[in-house]
């Protein structure tokens, strides 16, 4: 498997420390992904341009977003619509970069979205983001 999710990564670093190696990298508290608020330590894939409307907010990798609905306070637009090709901005409020591609299995056209980053998806992404992952190297 190519992609590592913190949880995965946690448990290694648990593991390794045990072992009497230090480990230098930094695991976050987790947040509350899929509750379409952004809190630290998640990509936010936003329904609107501008980071508006409501928000598909991750923590962990997600190789598929079929089956998964924006959610978030009542009357923000896009809420109950699918998030799978349906993303027209994004916040990155992580401490790390993120990939996401055009097709589910992080196939397909593949971009960076550096931490800290927001911006309107660009032609090639808008409305065609299927699944997204953290890079873990990234800290």
């Given at each position: 498997?190519?992609?590592v999710n913190?949880?995965?990564?946690?448990?290694?670093?648990v593991?390794?420390?045990?072992a009497g190696v230090v480990v230098a990298?930094?695991?976050?508290?987790?947040?509350?992904?899929?509750?379409?608020?952004?809190?630290?330590?998640?990509?936010?894939l936003y329904y609107n341009s501008g980071q508006g409307g409501c928000v598909f907010d991750l923590e962990f990798d997600n190789?598929?977003?079929?089956?998964f609905y924006f959610t978030g306070p009542s009357g923000c637009a896009g809420r109950g619509e699918?998030?799978?090709?349906?993303?027209?901005?994004?916040?990155n409020n992580d401490?790390?970069?993120?990939k996401v591609a055009t097709d589910k299995d992080y196939d397909g056209n593949v971009g960076t979205i550096p931490k800290g980053y927001r911006g309107n998806a660009t032609v090639n992404f808008k409305n065609k983001i299927s699944s997204a992952y953290p890079l873990l190297g990234s800290l």
């Open positions: 498997m190519k992609v913190r949880k995965r990564f946690a448990g290694l670093a593991v390794l420390a045990g990298a930094a695991i976050p508290a987790a947040a509350s992904q899929r509750n379409g608020y952004l809190e630290s330590y998640e990509l936010g190789e598929n977003f079929a089956g699918k998030t799978n090709d349906n993303t027209a901005s994004y916040y401490v790390l970069a993120w």
